[in-house]
Nanobody, 115 residues
Protein backbone atom coordinates (compact mmCIF):
# COMPACT_ATOMS: atom_id res chain seq x y z
CA UNK A 1 0.00 0.00 0.00
CA UNK A 2 1.01 3.55 -0.74
CA UNK A 3 -0.16 6.55 1.24
CA UNK A 4 -0.22 10.06 -0.18
CA UNK A 5 -0.11 13.23 1.89
CA UNK A 6 -0.98 16.47 0.14
CA UNK A 7 -0.40 19.98 1.37
CA UNK A 8 -0.16 23.54 0.15
CA UNK A 9 -3.72 24.41 -0.74
CA UNK A 10 -5.45 27.51 0.52
CA UNK A 11 -7.08 30.80 -0.32
CA UNK A 12 -5.29 33.16 -2.69
CA UNK A 13 -6.23 36.22 -4.69
CA UNK A 14 -6.39 36.13 -8.45
CA UNK A 15 -2.91 36.50 -9.90
CA UNK A 16 -1.33 34.87 -6.89
CA UNK A 17 0.65 31.66 -6.56
CA UNK A 18 0.55 28.44 -4.61
CA UNK A 19 2.72 25.36 -4.46
CA UNK A 20 1.12 22.00 -3.82
CA UNK A 21 3.11 19.10 -2.43
CA UNK A 22 2.29 15.41 -2.46
CA UNK A 23 4.52 13.01 -0.55
CA UNK A 24 4.20 9.27 -1.07
CA UNK A 25 5.06 6.77 1.63
CA UNK A 26 4.56 3.11 2.40
CA UNK A 27 5.40 0.12 0.26
CA UNK A 28 7.14 1.87 -2.61
CA UNK A 29 9.31 0.04 -5.09
CA UNK A 30 8.92 1.95 -8.33
CA UNK A 31 6.71 4.97 -8.97
CA UNK A 32 5.92 5.03 -12.67
CA UNK A 33 4.03 8.30 -12.83
CA UNK A 34 2.83 11.12 -10.65
CA UNK A 35 -0.08 13.35 -11.61
CA UNK A 36 -2.23 16.18 -10.38
CA UNK A 37 -5.96 16.28 -11.04
CA UNK A 38 -8.59 18.75 -9.97
CA UNK A 39 -12.33 18.73 -9.48
CA UNK A 40 -14.67 21.69 -9.23
CA UNK A 41 -18.21 21.43 -7.88
CA UNK A 42 -20.51 19.92 -10.48
CA UNK A 43 -17.67 19.03 -12.81
CA UNK A 44 -15.75 15.89 -13.57
CA UNK A 45 -12.27 15.37 -12.24
CA UNK A 46 -9.75 16.52 -14.82
CA UNK A 47 -6.04 16.07 -15.35
CA UNK A 48 -3.86 19.08 -14.63
CA UNK A 49 -0.31 17.83 -15.11
CA UNK A 50 1.68 14.62 -15.19
CA UNK A 51 5.30 13.58 -14.85
CA UNK A 52 6.76 10.15 -15.50
CA UNK A 53 9.66 8.37 -13.84
CA UNK A 54 11.99 9.46 -16.64
CA UNK A 55 10.93 13.08 -16.32
CA UNK A 56 8.54 13.38 -19.24
CA UNK A 57 5.99 16.10 -18.51
CA UNK A 58 2.60 16.96 -19.92
CA UNK A 59 0.06 19.64 -19.07
CA UNK A 60 -3.59 20.23 -19.70
CA UNK A 61 -4.21 23.24 -21.90
CA UNK A 62 -5.54 25.28 -18.97
CA UNK A 63 -2.28 24.73 -17.07
CA UNK A 64 0.24 25.41 -19.81
CA UNK A 65 2.40 28.43 -19.18
CA UNK A 66 1.11 28.92 -15.62
CA UNK A 67 1.68 25.66 -13.76
CA UNK A 68 4.87 23.66 -13.31
CA UNK A 69 5.02 20.06 -12.17
CA UNK A 70 8.20 18.62 -10.72
CA UNK A 71 9.24 15.65 -8.64
CA UNK A 72 11.92 14.61 -6.20
CA UNK A 73 12.47 10.91 -6.74
CA UNK A 74 14.60 10.55 -3.63
CA UNK A 75 11.71 11.85 -1.52
CA UNK A 76 8.91 10.23 -3.57
CA UNK A 77 7.37 13.67 -3.75
CA UNK A 78 5.65 15.59 -6.52
CA UNK A 79 5.05 19.33 -6.60
CA UNK A 80 2.73 21.60 -8.52
CA UNK A 81 3.71 25.23 -8.71
CA UNK A 82 0.73 27.34 -9.76
CA UNK A 83 1.24 30.92 -10.90
CA UNK A 84 -1.15 33.54 -12.23
CA UNK A 85 -4.06 31.81 -10.57
CA UNK A 86 -7.56 32.56 -11.78
CA UNK A 87 -10.93 32.15 -10.05
CA UNK A 88 -11.68 29.29 -12.44
CA UNK A 89 -8.74 27.40 -10.95
CA UNK A 90 -10.77 27.00 -7.76
CA UNK A 91 -11.10 23.28 -7.12
CA UNK A 92 -10.02 20.40 -4.98
CA UNK A 93 -6.65 19.25 -6.25
CA UNK A 94 -5.79 15.58 -6.03
CA UNK A 95 -2.48 13.82 -6.29
CA UNK A 96 -2.39 10.50 -8.14
CA UNK A 97 0.52 8.07 -8.11
CA UNK A 98 1.02 5.01 -10.27
CA UNK A 99 3.24 2.54 -8.44
CA UNK A 100 3.95 -0.81 -10.06
CA UNK A 101 0.94 -0.13 -12.29
CA UNK A 102 -1.42 0.34 -9.34
CA UNK A 103 -3.02 3.74 -8.82
CA UNK A 104 -3.38 5.63 -5.57
CA UNK A 105 -5.23 8.87 -4.84
CA UNK A 106 -4.53 11.50 -2.25
CA UNK A 107 -7.28 12.96 -0.09
CA UNK A 108 -7.31 16.26 -1.97
CA UNK A 109 -6.41 19.79 -1.02
CA UNK A 110 -8.70 22.76 -1.57
CA UNK A 111 -7.51 25.66 -3.68
CA UNK A 112 -9.71 28.75 -3.69
CA UNK A 113 -8.91 31.74 -5.86
CA UNK A 114 -10.81 34.93 -5.10
CA UNK A 115 -11.45 37.60 -7.71
Amino acid sequence: QVQLEESGGGLVQAGGSLRLTCAASGSIFNINAMRWYRQSPGKQRELVAAITSDGSISYADHAKGRFTISRDNAKNTVYLRMNSLKPEDTAVYYCYVLERLRGYWGQGTQVTVSS
